[in-house]
């Protein structure tokens, strides 16, 4: 099965130079000092023009000009496949046999829709709004066969602030502060061979609490190159109706991209992700009948390596498509936990 996500962030276009100013012919040819001419490929103008955008996995690393709005939509795939205990993977059976769990979960598929919006108020400020909708599917094993569970609908909304602090040569360095609001649901529950009965903590479509993520991205580029980091923390408050909240995330990633013709361009992606365990516990959840329900086995940390592809759309400059597919390299859960397989996210934004 194939897997999507993306991301909406919206390039600084680029400017032409402007023309030099035209000596009077009456000037003595001794005081005119010849005008410097830039080399057909000695860069570009480093304040306006990027080669590439950021990759798709990469969310609220660019600013607009000011008065400019910009929209898009990305589909996110990702799959989760056997188990994980710290650094060992065990199937399901082996769960199952080796401890008092009644249910292990085998698979899970996560699919994410966001429809993004940005608009820019200010010089060197854009405000960004997120809605993803999901579908998430999780395959279980008991003693009484398999079963299947879903969950579906919005999540939680993100409000984002962008401000762009520096800006020098080849070199540009945002801030942001993202602002989650609990419009997602944290109550699902689903048939089961038990009955009607609340999800587990994955399943789930929202948190049910409000969270701060402030983040510092940097991005340079030069020539065809482009590279660029971004450190983003993110923070929950309080708890939500059913008595817990999901633990804090904390990221880190690092790209190079090259574009490779016009329209055209490829990009590399390193990963660091760290979660915590949920704080709190949901009473209308059973610890001893899955570890999806135990709200202490939900940490983990991983590293992942992401491929990504930046095209522009033919005929239409202010529309760009992006895909990148995302496979783990390392990855250490406090579970027993599905183990990440791989994710690919894909998206297209319109500028007006």
């Known amino acids: 099965m ?11 276009g680029a400017q032409g130079g402007e023309p030099a100013e035209v000596q009077s012919s009456e000037a003595d040819p001794a005081e005119v000092e010849p005008a410097e001419v830039e080399p057909p490929d000695a860069g570009h103008a480093p304040e306006e023009f990027h080669p590439q955008h950021p990759p798709a996995g990469v969310s ?58 940005m608009f ?15 579908r998430k599917e999780l395959v279980n094993e008991s003693a009484g066969g398999r079963f299947v569970t879903r969950s579906s609908g919005i999540g939680d909304l993100k409000l984002t602030a962008i401000a762009q602090f520096m800006k020098h040569d080849y070199e540009i360095t945002h801030v942001h502060l993202e602002l989650g609001t609990p419009t997602g649901s944290f109550r699902e529950s689903d048939l089961t061979p038990s009955g009607r009965t609340r999800l587990p903590y994955p399943m789930q479509l929202g948190t049910g609490v409000w969270h701060l993520a402030p983040g510092l991205s940097y991005e340079g580029n030069f020539w065809k190159y482009t590279w660029g980091g971004q450190a983003r923390t993110l923070f929950r408050f309080a708890k939500n109706g059913s008595s817990y909240r999901p633990g804090n995330d904390y990221r880190v990633t690092g790209w190079l991209g090259r574009q490779w013709m016009d329209g055209v361009a490829t990009s590399l992606r390193l990963e660091w992700q760290r979660w915590e365990n949920v704080n709190g516990r949901d009473d209308t959840l059973d610890p001893t009948r899955s570890p999806l329900e135990d709200a202490m086995a939900q940490k983990g940390e991983r590293l992942d390596l992401g491929f990504g592809l930046d095209l522009g759309i033919p005929y239409l400059e202010s529309q760009t498509l992006e895909v990148e597919a995302t496979l783990p390299l390392w990855e250490w859960l406090d579970g027993p936990q599905p183990s990440f397989d791989w994710r690919v996210r894909a998206g297209v934004r319109w500028a007006i």
């Open 2 to 12: 194939f897997a999507v996500f993306a991301l909406v962030a919206l390039p600084v």
């Open 60 to 117: 609220a690393a660019h600013t607009l000009h000011v008065g400019r709005f910009a929209m898009g939509y990305a589909y996110q795939h990702t799959r989760y496949k056997q188990l994980r205990d710290r650094r060992d993977r065990i199937s399901a059976g082996q769960l199952l046999a080796t401890t008092g769990y009644t249910t292990a979960p085998s698979a899970l598929e996560i699919e994410q829709h966001d429809v993004t919006l």
């Open 120 to 134: 820019s108020p200010a010089e060197r400020v854009t405000l960004m709004a997120t809605l993803p909708v999901f």
